[in-house]
Each structure stands twice: as C-alpha cells, then as structure tokens.
C-alpha cells in the first residue's frame, strides 16, 4: 500500500483533485507537468511462517515449532511442491494392501499428513474386550501432544478440543535436530524456494493485469498543444489500459513538432523481473528437496538431451526412497503389534 503522498503547489495550481496513484499538476506558460498512467497496488499477501523454535507449553500441551495452520497453506503456494507431495502420496497408496483395520482411505490421508508436516497420528479404536476395532486418520493439522508426551489432543479451534484415550494414538514424526516432540517435514529448507516461485507468479499476473506490459513515458515539448488537448490525451490512455487491451491511438496535431512527442518504453527495463530463471531456480530447490526425478514430475526438459530414461529413473527412486519411507511407515505395525500396514512388491506395480 503506498503511503500519502505531500503535494505541494511551485509555481503552479492543482486542477482538478489527485485521484489514487496520480498527482497532477498543471503549471502556466511553459512549465513542464507530469501525470502518472495506472495505481499502484500491493503484490503479496504477508504469508510468514516462524522461524525454529523450541516447543512451548500452555499448561496443558505443546505447540508446535512452526504454524501448522501457514504450513499447510504453504503447500499450495507452487504447483512443484503440492505435485510432488501427491506423487509421493500417490505412488505409497498404490502399492498399500489394504487391512481390516486399516483402510486404503484411512492409509492415504495419513501418509499425506506425513508428507506435507513430517507427522502422522492415528487412532485406534477398540470395543468392550479392549480389542481392536479399527484405525482411524487423525488430521495432523489440528493434533497437540501433552506436556506427558502421551496425551494426545485435538483443537480446532478457542475452546474446541478433544482429548484422546490414553494409549489410543500412534504418532509417527519426522526426526528433528531441535525437539523431540513433533516432526517437521523435509522439505521445510525449500519453503523459500516455494514462497518465492509464488512471488514470481503473482507479480507477473499482477504486472499484466495492470496493464504494466504497455508502460512507458510519453514525453511532449510542443507548445502548440493545449491542456484541453493533454487532457482529452490522458484520458483515451487511461481508457486504452487493461486486461489484455492492446489497442492503438491516432492524434492529430497541426503545426506540430517533428520530434513534439515522443514515447519512450521503460517497462522491459523497469519491470524486468527474470520470471523464467526464477521459476526454473526455485523448482530445481523444490524436486531436491522432495527428491524426486524431474521426469517424474511431467517437466519438459530444455535441453536436447533431455532427463534419460524415465524407467530408469523410476526404478532408482522407488529403490532409494519410496522403499526407506514404506520400512519407515511399518512402524505402526511395531506399536499395534499386527501387521497392518504392507506393501506390494516393486516388480507386482
């Protein structure tokens, strides 16, 4: 948001009141005026997540080291994070062999929990001879965990919130250099990365919205023309200004100067914002984060060689990380005692 700006009369009177984004002056005899074309207008939401810390308690449970709530809406801030994310959740669900107490549904929401905030809770319910019923997702957005570390709460909400049995949830967390109590997810080092790919998209939608493409200084020294003249000008640009508008404008200045009006471009140079280095730079930070092949993912490679083989490459992901991440997920079996989590094997997919 601009701040107000101080006019201040030298040598000349304001016309007419400043609009929004302009401030018009007209001077007398053969001062010069200047006027501007377009507002300007805020490009990006404030959208922070907080820096590492440690856990904090309330008395009651332990909040998390960073803003569950902006983390999940950081997600969707590229499309290079939230499909590598699904690719993930995607490839785990279709080797899962579903159990009776453990849903190929109650499967795939937990493993996206895992994916996007390094934690996955579930839920064990059981029926009046202490057996087990069934496993149920816990969203991990809304999950705290006790000052005890073996209560479990959920909170949706100022004084909305459910405690759980005792014993009756399985929490699995991504390991953490700073606190034993949530995980945090892998990709977190890439958040920048992922913020500023949106940055870039949101500023070259803006800058076309705008109409900023066209900007450019129309510059006139000829004394033949008069403000009636310079105003009706103004107003047909203004006019000629929006989405998708490329329009052309035909004057008629008699007796006029060869070189009384000029138009010099500026917003190549002005707004140059290297669009597609920085879409390129923050999407190669986001596949290494999440460490998955750009063929994978349905990128066109640039060069003429392209990425190699797909299979290739498929085969070496599913062997150094979709492997390591299914022996880490069959720890729920080690807690329930049963083997309810399985996977199919690599050469059945």
Same mark, same amino acid.
């Given at each position: 948001?601009? +701040?107000? =700006? ?19 002056? +007209? ?22 997540? %907080? ?25 969707? $801030?590229?499309?290079? %994070? ?12 279709? =080797? ?16 996206? @929990? ?12 059981? &029926? ?19 000052? @005890? ?13 459910? *405690? ?57 020294? @000829?004394? $033949? ?13 203004? &006019? ?30 002005? $707004? ?7 879409? &390129? ?18 990128? *066109? ?39 309810? *989590? ?8």
């Amino acid at each position: 948001m601009s +701040k107000p =700006s101080k006019r201040r009369q030298r040598g000349g009177v304001l016309a007419q009141p400043a609009r929004e984004g302009e401030l018009l002056v +007209k001077g007398t005899g053969g001062e010069s005026m200047a006027f501007t074309f377009g507002e300007p207008v805020p490009v990006l939401d404030g959208r922070e997540i %907080l820096d590492y810390l440690e856990c904090w308690s309330n008395g009651r449970w332990y909040e998390p080291p960073v803003s569950l709530d902006g983390l999940a809406r950081s997600t969707k $801030a590229s499309v290079y %994070l939230q499909s590598g994310l699904m690719f993930k959740r995607n490839m785990l669900v279709r =080797s899962f062999i579903p159990h009776r107490l453990l849903s190929r549904q109650a499967f795939e929401q937990v493993v996206m @929990d895992w994916g996007w905030c390094g934690n996955l809770y579930l839920e064990k319910r059981d &029926n009046m001879l202490r057996q087990a019923l069934g496993l149920l997702p816990c969203l991990a957005k809304y999950m705290r965990r006790g000052i @005890d570390l073996e209560t479990y709460y959920q909170v949706r909400g100022w004084k909305d919130e459910h *405690v759980f049995k005792t014993g009756s949830i399985c929490h699995l967390r991504e390991a953490d250099i700073n606190q034993e109590i949530y995980g945090l997810p892998e990709w977190l080092p890439a958040l920048q990365s992922a913020l500023l790919n949106e940055s870039a998209t949101l500023f070259r939608r803006k800058y076309y919205q705008n109409g900023s493409h066209a900007g450019f200084i129309l510059y006139m020294t @000829d004394p $033949a023309h008069s403000e009636k003249f310079v105003d009706d000008l103004r107003d047909a640009m203004r &006019n000629s200004k929006g989405p998708g508008n490329f329009r052309n404008l035909f004057m008629y200045a008699p007796n006029g100067k060869k070189d009384g009006i000029q138009l010099l471009p500026i917003s190549e140079v002005a $707004a140059k914002d290297d669009f597609g280095s920085i879409k &390129n730079i923050s999407r190669d930070d986001l596949l290494a984060a999440l460490r998955i092949p750009p063929q994978l993912m349905g990128i *066109v490679p640039q060069n003429a060689g392209g990425f190699g083989s797909v299979l290739e490459a498929s085969k070496i992901w599913v062997s150094n990380e979709l492997k390591p991440i299914k022996q880490r997920l069959t720890q729920i079996n080690d807690w329930l005692g049963d083997d309810v *989590v399985s996977f199919e094997d690599a050469e059945q997919m």
